[in-house]
């Protein structure tokens, strides 16, 4: 590879590969996929994206190539970490919350037994999911919602065993609420710890209008998948510090016209600089999903497996 770059007259030099030292990636900080890095006009059809400064390592958290041992480590300057404004709230308006301080009304607020996002209504086998949605999965106590996925005795269109899970979700509900451009969402949630849980804040409309808020895989202790589907960006955000097995961390998401911004326990980790449309509104999905072992491990076992949510809230 440095022959190559070379060979093209990019100035990279001739160390020897085994001679280079990587700079280690900071704690707390995203590792972005490489087609995100969004250089690639700097060099036409060699290599597609690349980071502002040539070599490559890869990121020890993710496996993703992200750092350049001649040049920085893989963060962007202008978003070094815990530097980031806290949660946009100040002069909006809580405008929809749940504390889960009351038993869940079926269809009120929530709907328990469906959402469109799945193919079959109650299941999505094709999406890597073992889910069979059961409203019994999801119950309160206490303040907290409590998730719980078992093996369930449905067989999927796949031929695999169903587990039994919860999800909830504001489309048709009574109160129909969904989230628009400008709305910031907030959660506080603890992570599973069973392999296989797959839990997310999500949204879903008209077969799309997705952000996640958050997904959260166990064989990934320490990362959040975050995701804006409308303008095709996603990240790894990686902290060891604050995200982990049956930690309690608080998420929240923007959804701005121009980005669309994450933070975590009160700080901002990511703006993607793309937003959603100006009349962009969906509908909000707590759920816990039980993964099939395509992108992530399967439950090893049939040991229940947990997510829980202290509160969702919406500011306007």
Known sequence: MVATLTALGLGIGSPAPSALTLPPVPTGVYAP??????????????????????????????????????????????????????????????????????????????????????????????????????????????????????????LLENGRRSWDTGLLTTEGSTEGFRVRTGDYVETRVQMSTGLGAWPALWTWKDSGNEVDSFEYHPDHPAMLELSNRVGSTYRYHTDPAAVAPGRWVTIGTRYGQDSVDWYLNGVRIHADRKGVTPTWSSYLILNLSVGAGRYHPAPPTGAPIEFKVDYVKVWR
Do not use: M
């Open 33 to 154: 996929r490489p087609q995100d890095w969004g250089l690639g006009s700097q060099l036409p059809g060699l290599f597609g994206s690349l980071p502002g400064a040539l070599g490559c390592a890869n990121c020890p958290t993710t496996g993703w190539p992200v750092c350049f041992p001649f040049a920085r480590p893989c963060i962007p300057p202008e978003r070094p970490p815990g530097t980031k404004p806290g949660p946009p709230t100040d002069g909006h308006t809580l405008v929809w919350s749940d504390e889960f301080s009351a038993p869940l009304a079926p269809g009120a607020r929530w709907v328990a037994d469906r959402t469109s996002a799945y193919e079959f209504g109650n299941h999505n086998p094709k999406d890597d999911k073992l889910d069979w949605l059961n409203p019994a999965n999801v119950g309160v106590a206490d303040g907290i919602a409590t998730f719980t996925a078992r093996p369930g005795t449905h």
